[in-house]
């Protein structure tokens, strides 16, 4: 593969990561972390850029995305990757994103109500371009990428050479421990999971530039993972110095898309709004195109419906729950998608720590990955209770008492690794016994 394509399949990689989501997340974070805002977001890179690079790094060592769950029992492989691609698919991340597109890149402009147009065209448009999977790196590698990048540059250099205040001073949590909240708060951007589903895209197009052997496949993905960082690190630092020095242009913001429309114009007036409804739109659009990819690339793997087919009724599906609004989205799906991220991080690291260094059978090493997957999903549902403000009052004093990092919504992790530290432990015993006995 030649430097070119594979920049241009970082830049692409890069795109499909980079959601309405992740533009408005880090400002509101940096401004509540004030003049602590560098040390919150080295944290928050951490967990936002880090663990979904670690991913596609694990993905591309396996050459084949299926992998991850391939030592599982069967009906849990095809239940897990039916959530996890549904969820990021037609049942929340795909209609949130085609609403979040039409709430900052259209609404400001238009005073009626014309979601349903709105997301009718939309949704065609991304199929259209969906379509034409051999042509992704084309349209979103090589063009809509850089568009997107110039874009957010003339936002960030305007903000650096005319910033519209200084950073204020920072609230409670961020006081005490600014690096440990960014930690936490890029966790729950829960890029970690999209990087499970777009392993299904990168790697596909790794393979369509002839690359199909496994350490190749490894060698290059790798490559892209680094592409990735550098691009989503410098796009996250931009967004938290924007965030940062805020306060008296959005003192009252909620959320980080008001920051960004609020600088916006105050840099460049209505043509700032115009500008951040590019970026909004084209942000959007290029998300929509990689997970309606990785769908349609699953559906047609696993159970031979034809990617054109596939493709068709996702976007359907998309358009309809679109108009639904994006509060309800949220509140059905969400859960869904907090318990399916510890899901897909533990299986992760049972993959580095088990499947690639042990030596015991598949069918012990299939038990571990079982057990792994049940605790996650276990522990990561008292998690999501946790976050959605589910949990009863004394079962949450209890876990907070009890349960390491419950506090941190990671109350899954521990238990995780104290999983595969006894399997590990079983083997050596194991093994220690079959010398002994010989």
């Not at 070119?4 to 992740?22: C, E, K, P, Q, S």
């Not at 990087?195 to 990168?202: E, N, P, Q, T, Y």
């Not at 052997?213 to 924007?242: D, F, N, P, Q, W």
Request: glycine share 8%.
């Amino acid at each position: 593969m030649n430097r070119r394509d594979l920049a241009a399949i970082g830049f692409m990689t890069f795109a499909l990561f980079l959601g309405a989501g992740n533009l408005i997340y880090p400002p509101l974070m940096a401004q509540q972390a004030g003049e602590n805002w560098l040390i919150a977001i080295v944290g928050f890179l951490l967990t936002a850029v880090g663990l979904p690079a670690f991913t596609l790094v694990v993905l591309g060592r396996l050459s084949s995305a299926d992998k991850l769950t391939a030592l599982l029992p069967k009906w849990m492989d095809r239940s897990f990757w039916f959530l996890v691609l549904t969820t990021l698919g037609p049942a929340f991340v795909l209609p949130r994103a085609v609403t979040v597109a039409y709430e900052m890149g259209v609404k400001p402009f238009y005073s009626g109500n014309g979601l349903m147009v709105f997301s009718a065209l939309f949704c065609a448009l991304t199929l259209w371009l969906a379509l034409k999977p051999g042509k992704l790196v084309d349209y979103i590698g090589k063009v809509m990428t850089p568009a997107l990048i110039a874009m957010l540059a003339v936002l960030v250099i305007a903000a650096l050479v005319n910033p519209l205040g200084e950073p204020s001073q920072a609230i409670e949590v961020y006081q005490q421990a600014p690096a440990v909240n960014g930690l936490i708060q890029g966790y729950m951007t829960l890029d970690a999971i999209a990087a499970v589903a777009f392993g299904w895209v990168i790697i596909q197009t790794i393979r369509s530039k002839g690359i199909e052997e496994k350490k190749a496949i490894s060698y290059y993905t790798i490559r892209i993972a680094v592409i990735y960082s550098v691009l989503m690190s410098l796009c996250y630092l931009a967004m938290g110095y924007l965030g940062s020095t805020s306060s008296e242009i959005a003192p009252s913001a909620t959320n980080g898309g008001e920051i960004l429309t609020r600088y916006a114009a105050g840099e460049f007036g209505m043509l700032g709004q115009i500008l951040l409804a590019a970026i909004t739109l084209m942000a959007c659009l290029t998300t929509t195109i990689g997970l309606t990819n990785a769908n349609s690339q699953y559906y047609k793997n696993t159970y031979g419906i034809t990617f054109k087919a596939s493709a068709t009724v996702i976007m359907v599906l998309t358009a309809i729950i679109s108009n639904f609004g994006l509060e309800t989205i949220i509140e059905v799906s969400l859960p869904a998608i907090l318990i399916l991220c510890p899901i897909a991080i533990s299986l992760i690291i049972a993959m580095v720590l088990i499947s690639e260094k042990s030596e015991s059978n598949t069918l012990t090493i299939s038990m571990s990955h079982t057990a792994v997957v049940c605790i996650a999903a276990l522990f990561g549902t008292i998690d999501a209770l946790h976050i959605l403000g589910k949990l009863p009052e004394g079962m949450a004093a209890f876990c907070e008492q009890w349960l390491p990092l419950f506090s941190s919504h990671t109350s899954w992790l521990l238990p995780v690794f104290i999983t595969i530290f006894v399997h590990k432990l079983f083997n050596k015993t194991v093994l220690k016994n079959v010398v002994v006995n010989n």
